[in-house]
């Protein structure tokens, strides 16, 4: 019996034991936050999390990207960053060993080209992005995607200017071998703020792109963190903002496309999926609400699109949309301005 009655104290002391380890470990989180804002900004941009594992960004063709060349360009000293072009799947068999020269060239043709910028985590070779290149591609675009500096094989240290410059200088370079043809900006999640960030400073000095397109948007870096799943255990605890929400400021990441979209002049097409467990789809709304009325869109058609959350599309599945093609040809394809939701 007393044998019993001391293994079960011990049993609770040894319990006692974790959850004050666990205790002390939740209390220090925001502290130790607060105190390196270098943190915060490593969760947001996941740029070390490098999924799926062991790809050779070399090779697309690896990724059944069999119409796909991979050049690297130089935006600045000691940056360089990786770039995939997939042509219109209707050439596949043409591009058979051919070079980069060959691809450059192709942009020249009568083809759309849609510049995308992907989220955090991951690279260009992310499965769910590789799919959504094939969908494009064989709806007649030119997909043009790469990784920000200091993700994938891209060299450099990330940071918000320094992504919205390399989208500065691959839009540039497309724009260099495209002749007339149009030129589309499709960003998603975090490449939302990038692309807002970019096609602002495009229609600033007066060189807007013929449409952006983002998909699972935000209003602002600081509501989607506070919005965020990983967020859940700590949104109430007491000085939520200082420890968590403030650093990233201080960082110099604002990622703000709710201020942004009161500057862009061009048409905008808004996705987002119902049961987005990631960025919440209010969130995306409130953008839209933001975005309809602003007199920078006085002359451009803005559009919002939701999908069901039957649909189970959720954070980046919406390339899976049997209706994406028609949204796309219907948007991408008129001209005069107008309101849809």
């Given at each position: 019996?007393?044998?019993?009655?001391?293994?079960?104290?011990?049993?609770?002391?040894?319990?006692r034991?974790?959850?004050?380890c666990?205790?002390?470990?939740?209390?220090?989180?925001?502290f130790?936050v607060?105190?390196?804002?270098?943190i915060?900004?490593?969760?947001?941009?996941?740029?070390?999390?490098?999924?799926?594992?062991?790809?050779?960004?070399?090779?697309?063709?690896?990724?059944?990207?069999?119409?796909?060349?991979?050049?690297?360009?130089?935006?600045e000293?000691?940056?360089?960053?990786?770039?995939w072009?997939?042509?219109?799947?209707?050439?596949?068999?043409?591009?058979?060993?051919?070079?980069?020269?060959w691809y450059?060239?192709?942009?020249?043709s009568?083809?759309?080209?849609?510049?995308?910028?992907?989220?955090?985590?991951?690279?260009?070779?992310?499965?769910?992005r590789v799919?959504?290149?094939?969908?494009?591609?064989?709806l007649?675009?030119?997909?043009?995607?790469?990784?920000?500096?200091?993700?994938?094989?891209?060299?450099?240290?990330p940071?918000?200017?320094?992504?919205t410059?390399?989208a500065?200088?691959?839009?540039?370079w497309?724009?260099?071998?495209?002749g007339?043809?149009?030129?589309?900006i499709w960003?998603h999640?975090?490449?939302?703020?990038?692309?807002?960030?970019?096609?602002?400073?495009?229609?600033?000095?007066?060189?807007?792109p013929?449409a952006?397109?983002?998909?699972?948007?935000?209003?602002?870096?600081?509501?989607?963190?506070?919005?965020?799943?990983?967020?859940?255990?700590?949104?109430?605890?007491?000085?939520?903002?200082?420890?968590?929400?403030?650093?990233?400021?201080?960082?110099?990441?604002?990622?703000?496309n709710d201020?942004?979209v009161?500057?862009i002049s061009?048409?905008?097409?808004?996705?987002?999926?119902?049961?987005?467990?990631?960025?919440?789809f209010?969130?995306g709304?409130?953008l839209?609400?933001?975005?309809a009325?602003?007199?920078?869109?006085?002359?451009?058609?803005?559009?919002?699109?939701?999908?069901?959350?039957?649909l189970?599309?959720?954070h980046?599945?919406?390339?899976?949309?049997?209706?994406?093609?028609?949204?796309?040809?219907e948007?991408?394809?008129?001209?005069?301005?107008?309101?849809q939701?």
């Amino acid at each position: 019996m007393f044998d019993e009655i001391r293994r079960r104290k011990g049993l609770w002391f040894r319990l006692r034991k974790v959850l004050l380890c666990i205790l002390g470990l939740y209390i220090a989180i925001p502290f130790l936050v607060r105190l390196c804002p270098a943190i915060q900004a490593k969760l947001i941009f996941l740029n070390f999390v490098r999924v799926p594992f062991f790809i050779d960004l070399k090779k697309p063709q690896e990724q059944g990207l069999n119409h796909t060349c991979n050049y690297y360009l130089q935006p600045e000293e000691d940056v360089t960053i990786g770039v995939w072009h997939t042509i219109p799947a209707a050439w596949w068999k043409n591009a058979q060993g051919k070079d980069q020269m060959w691809y450059e060239d192709a942009l020249a043709s009568s083809h759309p080209i849609i510049l995308y910028l992907h989220g955090n985590a991951g690279t260009r070779g992310g499965d769910h992005r590789v799919e959504l290149y094939k969908v494009l591609s064989s709806l007649g675009y030119h997909v043009v995607t790469f990784d920000y500096r200091g993700w994938g094989d891209s060299v450099g240290t990330p940071s918000e200017r320094g992504m919205t410059y390399d989208a500065l200088h691959v839009f540039d370079w497309i724009k260099a071998r495209s002749g007339d043809n149009p030129v589309y900006i499709w960003g998603h999640s975090l490449g939302t703020g990038v692309a807002t960030n970019l096609v602002r400073r495009l229609c600033e000095r007066e060189t807007p792109p013929d449409a952006l397109i983002l998909e699972s948007p935000f209003t602002n870096i600081r509501e989607e963190a506070k919005s965020h799943p990983f967020s859940v255990v700590y949104r109430y605890f007491p000085g939520f903002d200082w420890f968590f929400l403030d650093p990233i400021t201080s960082s110099g990441i604002k990622f703000a496309n709710d201020e942004n979209v009161k500057h862009i002049s061009c048409p905008l097409l808004i996705l987002h999926a119902e049961d987005d467990p990631v960025v919440p789809f209010q969130l995306g709304r409130k953008l839209y609400n933001i975005a309809a009325p602003s007199r920078s869109f006085r002359d451009f058609k803005v559009q919002f699109v939701p999908f069901h959350s039957d649909l189970g599309y959720r954070h980046k599945y919406i390339y899976k949309s049997p209706e994406l093609p028609r949204i796309l040809r219907e948007f991408l394809g008129k001209s005069e301005p107008e309101r849809q939701h």
